[in-house]
């Protein structure tokens, strides 16, 4: 505790105390070897005042006052002070009695270690937050959230990708030979995600993510096959990787999406190339068969999707292959971390469930489910304008007659 204080220099008299304390073991040599001392003259120097009997009580009387009852009482509430007031005494004694608390502290921190730090393991830890949390009532200052997080950074050592990826179950991914019309689009508005996952063939054979910002300039009359779209690299990780590696590599910046694949046998890291896949995970176009790619720049690829749909023939792509005992199992992202180390679910506007693994729905979803939808077609909206002009119509006409 006196460490705590003289790093954060909260209590001025720490700092003149920690040094001496450091020494705890020629100090409790020192104080023992006096005690004991004082304890042994004390009885024999009242023996001549008075008579044996009342020297045993009067000194019986002196060491239980004045050395233990008193001297705890008061340096429970006011120890660092007086302490610090009465250091020059101890050093004194530490002096007087060197010859022979120095060996005797040295043997006994050669046989029990020094001592100087008292580290806590992490259930202790937990167990320290939570008593000076608000709601333990014992005066602590810590809140509830405060208490939570700490406690989540310290559980999420122990946590692995697993535990926090979203099943491919319950994933919505787009494949990569569909094309983005009006019905599409409006099932990727629903969902409200900014990264859906691209598959080639089959969900779980994912070829790389596709990011929302990247459709605007999309002609949904057209029906844009989603090959023609920029599509990101996602990096694989296996299933047992702890999420303060998730974490680290996120922050990285090549990617906050990963898919979750089974671990191989005899392996239980993340991938070696996870990292460098990380790192290099720019926006890239899939390559046909026997072609070369053609305009890097993203700028470039958005601009080629004018092209009417007619002009896109259906192609195979060459994607990279999975091992034969890898599996797909789901997907995690940075959110997926992030609520594993606040203890609770990040809900936003357009979440349908609330904990995907226990299919709990958002109260608000049924508000969602009865909106229209949020992307027409363009007869629908011609029509819903002439209904409306009508009404507004018909409404003038009854207004002016009325005044009539």
Not at 165 to 179: G, Q, Y
Not at 212 to 236: F, H, Q, T, W, Y
Not at 251 to 274: E, L, T
Request: with cysteine; aromatic share 4%; glycine share 6%.
């Amino acid at each position: 505790m006196l460490h705590v204080l003289d790093i954060l220099f909260l209590v001025h008299t720490a700092a003149i105390i920690y040094p001496v304390v450091k020494k705890q073991h020629q100090l409790l040599v020192t104080l023992l070897l006096c005690n004991a001392a004082a304890m042994e003259a004390l009885p024999l120097f009242l023996d001549k005042m008075v008579h044996p009997v009342m020297a045993v009580v009067l000194s019986v009387t002196f060491v239980l006052l004045f050395g233990e009852v008193i001297p705890q009482a008061v340096c429970s509430h006011h120890g660092l002070a007086i302490g610090a007031s009465m250091i020059w005494l101890v050093k004194l004694l530490m002096m007087v009695c060197y010859v022979v608390a120095y060996p005797l502290g040295k043997v006994l921190d050669w046989m029990l270690g020094d001592g100087t730090s008292a580290l806590f393991r992490r259930a202790q830890l937990k167990a320290l937050v939570s008593i000076h949390s608000r709601e333990a009532g014992k005066g602590g200052e810590l809140t509830h959230d405060e208490t939570t997080i700490i406690s989540g950074a310290l559980d999420l050592t122990g946590k692995i990708a697993k535990e926090a990826m979203t099943p491919i179950e319950s994933m919505f991914s787009l494949d990569v030979n569909s094309r983005l019309d009006r019905d599409v689009m409006n099932q990727i508005l629903r969902r409200g995600h900014s990264r859906i996952p691209v598959y080639s063939g089959s969900p779980k054979n994912i070829i790389g993510l596709l990011l929302i910002k990247n459709l605007l300039l999309i002609n949904l009359d057209e029906g844009v096959p989603v090959s023609a779209v920029a599509i990101r690299r996602m990096p694989r990780v296996y299933e047992d990787v702890p999420l303060y590696d998730m974490l680290n590599e996120f922050q990285k910046g090549g990617s906050h999406m990963a898919v979750v694949v089974s671990k191989k046998p005899m392996r239980s890291i993340v991938d070696a190339n996870i990292g460098e896949r990380m790192r290099e995970a720019k926006e890239v176009s899939l390559t046909p068969k026997g072609e070369k790619k053609e305009g890097s720049q993203t700028w470039n690829k958005l601009m080629e999707l004018k092209r009417p749909a007619s002009e896109t023939k259906e192609r195979k792509w060459v994607v990279d292959s999975w091992e034969d005992n890898e599996e797909v199992v789901g997907i995690i992202t940075l959110e997926d971390v992030i609520e594993e180390l606040l203890q609770e679910e990040i809900v936003d506007e357009t979440d349908e469930y609330v904990d995907v693994h226990r299919k709990i729905r958002v109260s608000m979803m049924a508000a969602i489910d009865k909106s229209p939808e949020l992307v027409e077609d363009d007869g629908q909206e011609k029509l819903n304008r002439q209904e409306s002009s009508s009404s507004a119509t018909s409404s003038l006409a009854v207004s002016t007659s009325a005044q009539l």
